[in-house]
């Protein structure tokens, strides 16, 4: 701030709108005196001290407040805001921010000038279920192998339908099962990673019981189907 009829500034106003850099020591004081200089700069920088300055790593952090309702709203209105505003900070955090923050700050000849270690709000959720939903469509694929390993095997639609099926079916059948007696009723998106597990357990058994009924009609004739089926279970 300068006065009128005056070149000499008689404040300082920090808030980034500015032409001028400040020195790096006065940025370290300042960070000191507002307490954020433990958030923002390594512990082994001594802002108050007179040698040299110099420092490999420094961080930065954004905070948002945003008002996304308030208390005169109903609880579904409150919900239905937050669940919103939840979905727009993914889509800009996915979409816009994390790529950028991921490819760093790259040098003329496109190498990596300045590499950047982030952390924020649900980002750790967020890259789990990006890495997630790219899984989604190796397990589809190997889904349809399975589909079409069992079908040369079985020569039967629908054992090769019902297979996989009846497997996938034990997904929702463990969150019932777990609401009910423990009344957890939340799903983690990570739990989905099962499904590879799943798809190779259901068509294991699926094998295992097909062999063996092929092979009951060697042990107990192929006459009595109550018999070969009591084989093949034991």
């Known amino acids: ?14 808030d980034g709108k500015g032409w001028d850099v400040i020195p790096t020591r006065t940025a370290l004081l300042l960070a000191e005196r507002h307490s954020v200089d433990k958030l923002l700069l390594p512990t082994s920088v001594n802002s108050s001290g007179r040698g040299p300055l110099f420092s490999s790593v420094l961080r930065s952090a954004f905070r948002f407040k945003v008002s996304c309702c308030s208390a005169q709203d109903t609880l579904q209105q409150q919900r239905a805001a937050l669940q919103e505003f939840t979905q727009e900070w993914y889509r800009f955090s996915t979409n816009v921010l994390m790529p950028i923050l991921r490819d760093g700050i790259r040098d003329n000849n496109g190498d990596n000038f300045i590499r ?3 952390q924020g709000s649900d980002f750790q959720e967020f890259e789990v279920k990006e890495a997630l939903s790219g899984d989604f469509a190796l397990a589809i694929v190997s889904l349809l192998s399975v589909f079409l390993y069992l079908l040369l095997h079985t020569r039967s639609l629908l054992l090769s339908l019902m297979g996989p099926v009846i497997a ?5 059948l463990t969150y019932v099962a777990c609401a009910a ?4 009723t939340t799903v983690s998106f990570a739990n989905f990673l099962s499904l590879f597990l799943i798809v190779g357990f259901g068509a ?4 295992v019981y097909t062999d063996f009924w092929r092979e009951s ?4 004739g192929i006459e009595d189907d109550a018999l070969r089926l009591a084989w093949t279970f034991e």
């Open 204 to 207: 294991d058994v699926l094998f």
């Open 116 to 118: 950047v270690w982030y």
């Open 217 to 220: 009609k060697f042990k107990v």
């Open 168 to 172: 996938l079916l034990s997904v929702p």
């Open 1 to 14: 701030e300068v006065r009128s009829g005056s070149i000499v500034p008689v404040s300082l106003a920090v």
């Open 181 to 184: 007696l423990f009344g957890a």
